[in-house]
């Protein structure tokens, strides 16, 4: 078996997921339509502990075969997941959009 070319890291701990932090997010839907954009893209979902970025929650972390993985934080409306889908979906280089999001990874300036 071969892994996906794509795989998705999503933060869910302390703050990531977090009702009592982000009372206004629907994080159980957000983690469904991740895993339904990954589905729709051949990608992959792995949901992690914490991933060290909280001031940054929601965190996800895009793992493109041959690239760097590409860190994005305040992943908290739907705006970002339609661009994190586009931009899986379609290839190439981060969208200005979605390039709002990206984050360094912890222990990155």
């Known amino acids: 078996m071969t892994s996906p070319a794509v795989r998705l890291t999503v933060c869910r701990d302390c ?4 009702a009592r932090k982000h009372p206004d997010v629907d994080h159980d839907a957000q983690l469904a339509r991740l895993r339904e954009i990954a589905a729709a893209t051949g990608a992959a979902v792995t949901v992690s502990e914490c991933l060290d970025v909280c001031d940054h929650a929601n965190v996800v972390v895009v793992h ?7 860190w994005f934080g305040f992943v908290r409306g739907d ?14 280089p981060v969208p200005d959009t979605l390039e709002l999001h990206r984050i ?6």
């Open 64 to 70: 493109r075969k041959g690239d760097k993985p590409v």
């Open 104 to 109: 360094p990874p912890p222990g990155r300036p």
């Open 79 to 92: 705006g970002v997941l339609d661009d994190l889908h586009k931009w899986i979906k379609d290839g190439g």
């Open 15 to 18: 703050c990531c997921g977090n």
